[in-house]
């Protein structure tokens, strides 16, 4: 059977992580490079890149770092965050990744995703989603809003109506952040999870609150994900990506546990 | 000289980086003399397979590639490059190149786990391959060994003899295909970490020759 994913998130700016991850002997790593590469070593499944640069001459910056990254790391791997057109997709997919995620974007210009799946396949193209918990009412029926630029804007958009927007317009995947969740590491939304997961047949990654491995036992399980994105539980040291994956595999839960 | 065959279809630097890795020289290329010498040809890709037929045909490249594998050139076949092997896809009812007899199918859309839950489709992650018999290009693989697969079509060879690995996914598939000088996998050995890697420097030292 098919394993559940674990993947790491790295925050670029500017060609450096934002915030420095302490690897073995309290080393702390500001290349992006080299800690997909230490992720890579710790059984990563995927890896998640996400680039928060500001200034768009700052972009050949990040597919420098895309194609250094493709060179050491064989895995799969994806990039998100200012991603408008299918010029800038093209532009990192030749650097090497194998997905590119459109958020903020595709909810501005939802054509975005059936044009970036039309040119590189529905694999290619992962639906981010920032989501809130609001109040149920007409246009929110399933009470959880997309949000967008970080969770300050709210959409008026139903995030469970935008998931399946998002699978009907061709992407492969979703990635759903809860912002509620998100930096709290008290654990993931699991609601919200187990409502998207269940009503759209294309693979979730469930992302926002990872803080202890039973987290992510509980959103891959109660919450059917089918993969669980990770930050700071792994960046800070609290864990290792294989000490999550052998908890996970003592829980019954099926996880990639030879690389 | 290995020959990574270039159909447009989906990025294949991919593979190319994995060889370079790997310190074996590679070329991606759709010119049929450039490839003729290679010693090698890998058959990558991702898409459709009905334009990928499109694009070979175009290029001249579908005679020339069943004229390769039948003169006994090493081949290897990956993900989309697998499935356009046998003899049609039910994927845009594509007439496929037919070195493999069988075809290639969709999975059901109401597959479904152990738990009654609906499966994922594409079949998009890691997953074990059960080998059925030893074969040079997958030696030395763990037992627990997982590839990165991704894909809503699998092959269904005609004839089980030209199997070699199977998958489970709601259906047993075959993940991976090995006759004479031929190999092809479902799966991406560029993207299955150190055990794809190893199915790839394997390929790049065997001469062809299936030890059935």
């Keep these: 059977?098919?394993?559940?994913?674990?993947?790491?998130?790295?925050?670029?700016?500017?060609?450096?992580?934002?915030?420095?991850?302490?690897?073995?002997?309290?080393?702390?790593?500001?290349?992006?490079?080299?800690?997909?590469?230490?992720?890579?070593?710790?059984?990563?499944?995927?890896?998640v890149f996400y680039d928060i640069?500001?200034?768009?001459?700052?972009r050949n910056i990040m597919l420098d770092v895309v194609r250094r990254v493709a060179e050491t790391i064989f895995i799969p791997f994806s990039v998100g965050g200012g991603i408008r057109s299918v010029e800038d997709m093209r532009a990192v997919i030749l650097a090497g990744a194998e997905k590119i995620s459109v958020n903020s974007e595709a909810v501005k210009n939802p054509a975005l995703i059936e044009e970036g799946a039309k040119a590189f396949g529905n694999q290619c193209v992962v639906l981010g989603m920032d989501v809130k918990k609001v109040a149920i009412r007409p246009e929110i029926p399933s009470g959880y809003e997309i949000v967008i630029h970080g969770g300050r804007i709210y959409t008026g958009r139903d995030a469970l109506q935008w998931a399946k927007e998002g699978e009907s317009r061709g992407a492969g995947e979703i990635c759903l952040n809860s912002i509620d969740a998100d930096g709290t590491q008290e654990g993931y939304e699991i609601e919200l999870t187990r409502l998207v997961s269940s009503q759209v047949r294309i693979p979730v990654i469930a992302s926002g609150g990872a803080g202890k491995a039973e987290h992510l036992l509980d959103v891959l399980t109660k919450g059917q994900a089918d993969a669980a994105l990770i930050a700071s539980i792994v960046h800070y040291r609290t864990h290792t990506i294989q000490d999550l994956k052998t908890y996970l595999n003592g829980q019954g839960v099926k996880v990639r546990m030879q690389w | 000289m290995i020959g990574i065959i270039d159909y447009k279809a989906g990025n294949l630097t991919s593979v190319a980086r994995a060889l370079h890795y790997l310190g074996q020289p590679c070329e991606v290329t759709d010119d049929p003399e450039v490839l003729e010498a290679c010693d090698?040809?890998?058959?990558?890709?991702?898409?459709?397979?009905?334009?990928?037929?499109?694009?070979?045909?175009?290029?001249?490249?579908?005679?020339?590639?069943?004229?390769?594998?039948?003169?006994?050139?090493?081949?290897?076949?990956?993900?989309?490059?697998?499935?356009?092997?046998?003899?049609?896809?039910?994927?845009?009812?594509?007439?496929?190149?037919?070195?493999?007899?069988?075809?290639?199918?969709?999975?059901?859309?109401?597959?479904?786990?152990?738990?009654?839950?609906?499966?994922?489709?594409?079949?998009?992650?890691?997953?074990?391959?059960?080998?059925?018999?030893?074969?040079?290009?997958?030696?030395?693989?763990?037992?627990?060994?997982?590839?990165?697969?991704?894909?809503?079509?699998?092959?269904?060879?005609?004839?089980?003899?030209?199997?070699?690995?199977?998958?489970?996914?709601?259906?047993?598939?075959?993940?991976?295909?090995?006759?004479e000088n031929l190999v092809a996998v479902q799966f991406h050995p560029e993207k299955s970490g150190?055990?794809?890697?190893q199915i790839l420097a394997n390929f790049c030292r065997w001469e062809g020759n299936d030890a059935q």
């Design chain 2, 40 to 179: 090698r040809i890998i058959f990558p890709g991702v898409g459709a397979a009905g334009e990928a037929m499109i694009n070979l045909r175009s290029q001249g490249l579908d005679l020339r590639l069943r004229e390769w594998v039948a003169s006994g050139k090493t081949t290897l076949g990956i993900c989309l490059g697998t499935q356009v092997i046998f003899e049609g896809s039910e994927e845009n009812d594509a007439v496929c190149l037919g070195i493999v007899p069988g075809s290639v199918r969709r999975f059901p859309g109401d597959l479904k786990d152990r738990e009654g839950r609906f499966l994922k489709i594409p079949h998009m992650g890691w997953n074990h391959v059960e080998f059925s018999r030893p074969h040079p290009v997958f030696a030395g693989l763990s037992a627990d060994a997982e590839f990165y697969f991704v894909h809503s079509y699998y092959p269904a060879p005609a004839d089980d003899r030209w199997a070699i690995g199977w998958t489970d996914y709601g259906l047993r598939f075959c993940a991976a295909v090995a006759h």
């Design chain 1, 53 to 58: 640069t500001a200034s768009s001459d700052a």
């Design chain 1, 1 to 47: 059977m098919l394993s559940k994913r674990i993947i790491p998130c790295l925050d670029v700016r500017d060609g450096k992580l934002t915030k420095g991850i302490k690897f073995k002997g309290n080393i702390d790593i500001g290349d992006p490079v080299e800690a997909a590469r230490e992720y890579y070593e710790q059984g990563a499944d995927e890896i």
């Design chain 2, 194 to 197: 150190a055990p794809g890697l």
